[in-house]
């Protein structure tokens, strides 16, 4: 030890001198400590760089594999998709070279899907061929009829246990339903009238006339509707339809049978009728005159009294506006007119109860 090396306060700085054989010990260790160490076969900076270029060059053509399987994947969705049927009810996945370019960039890196939409002239389409029906006893009826029609549902937690075959129902079938509170349901009704059940369901079209007289039965009476369009009176006159055996309405627009109010209101009875429609009014009764129906008219200030007539086993009772009653060229295609006698305090019966008074007259004629 050197004397030149000694401290101010007397303490000796002791240097260590690393030769050939410490060189190689330090790959084993650190020499003071024996621990430590590290790896021997380090490659050069120039073989880091051109590692790190060549796992680049491979994750570039990774994505682009992923890439050309997402393309060919969507490819193989699209032409499965156009062999299906022409459906609204269906969601479609959008296109990934509809997206930005930077995004299906994003896409590919971060291994994401094209985002899936629905396409809007679908969505119209849907909507136009959707209604809504609530209250207890009209969905009760609408499920026993057609299930099939139903598209959602939302209940309150009072009625669950009334549909509770429609619960498992719906549930077995991937139907969506909500168990949801007061408020939430009266938002999917669009009413606060909806007796804690509401279901939106696929339309039931109309039947053309000449296909409803195609299965006619031997004793058949339509009810014939000329702008008639109060929902309350269509359900009424519906429920009247379904308790007296008429099985048909003869309407311009088919829709009108079909909204949630008016099938409320005929609290199941809208499962019993259908729509009849033709390309006008006056052309669907024609069309039931020549096939053998009597064409009967109704008046509040003329016309036959009901307690005197008789009814054809094939009918067609015509009711108009309470307003404005039925046009003369419609009276004018009547084979009879009849009247409903009263008091006369009134000018007129609201249509649904007139509605009814022929119908259970009808049906006691035929049915008696």
């Not at 393309?71 to 459906?87: I, L, P």
């Not at 959707?130 to 009760?140: F, L």
């Not at 369009?229 to 009108?256: Q, T």
Request: a positive charge; aromatic letters at 6%; hydrophobic letters at 30%.
């Amino acid at each position: 030890m050197n004397d030149e090396n000694k401290s101010k306060s007397s303490k000796v700085k002791v240097m260590y001198v690393r030769g050939e054989e410490a060189t190689s010990s330090r790959s084993s260790g650190n020499p003071r400590t024996g621990k430590g160490g590290r790896t021997p076969d380090r490659k050069a900076p120039t073989d880091r760089r051109s590692s790190s270029s060549s796992r680049r060059d491979e994750s570039s053509s990774r994505r682009s594999d992923s890439s050309s399987r997402r393309e060919d994947s969507f490819s193989r969705r699209n032409e499965s998709s156009s062999q299906r049927n022409d459906s609204p009810w269906r969601t479609v996945s959008k296109r990934p070279s509809e997206q930005t370019e930077s995004a299906v960039d994003t896409n590919a890196e971060e291994g994401l899907t094209a985002k899936s939409y629905i396409d809007p002239e679908q969505l119209r389409r849907q909507r136009q061929e959707e209604t809504r029906v609530y209250g207890e006893n009209a969905c009760q009826a609408l499920f026993q009829s057609r299930p099939e029609a139903i598209v959602r549902a939302w209940f309150v937690q009072s009625v669950t246990p009334r549909f509770r075959e429609t619960l498992r129902w719906l549930a077995a079938n991937r139907k969506a339903y909500h168990v949801v509170d007061d408020s939430e349901l009266a938002k999917a009704a669009g009413t606060e009238h909806h007796g804690g059940v509401c279901f939106i369901i696929k339309k039931q079209t109309g039947i053309d006339v000449a296909a409803w007289l195609a299965q006619a039965e031997e004793k058949d009476c339509v009810v014939a509707l000329e702008n008639v369009g109060n929902p309350h009176n269509l359900g009424a006159i519906m429920r009247s339809c379904a308790h007296f055996g008429a099985k048909a309405i003869l309407v311009n627009d088919a829709n009108i049978l079909e909204s949630g109010a008016a099938v409320r209101t005929a609290e199941g009875g809208a499962e019993h009728v259908r729509a009849v429609t033709a390309p006008s009014f006056h052309q669907g009764l024609d069309a039931f005159r020549r096939a053998g129906y009597s064409i009967v008219t109704t008046s509040s200030h003329e016309g036959q009294p009901l307690a005197s007539a008789s009814f054809p086993a094939k009918t067609v009772l015509v009711l108009g506006q309470e307003g404005e009653g039925l046009h003369e060229e419609t009276l004018r295609q009547g084979d009879m007119s009849l009247s409903i006698g009263g008091t006369g305090k009134i000018e007129s019966l609201n249509v649904s109860v007139a509605a009814g008074i022929l119908l259970g007259e009808w049906w006691r004629q035929q049915k008696a």
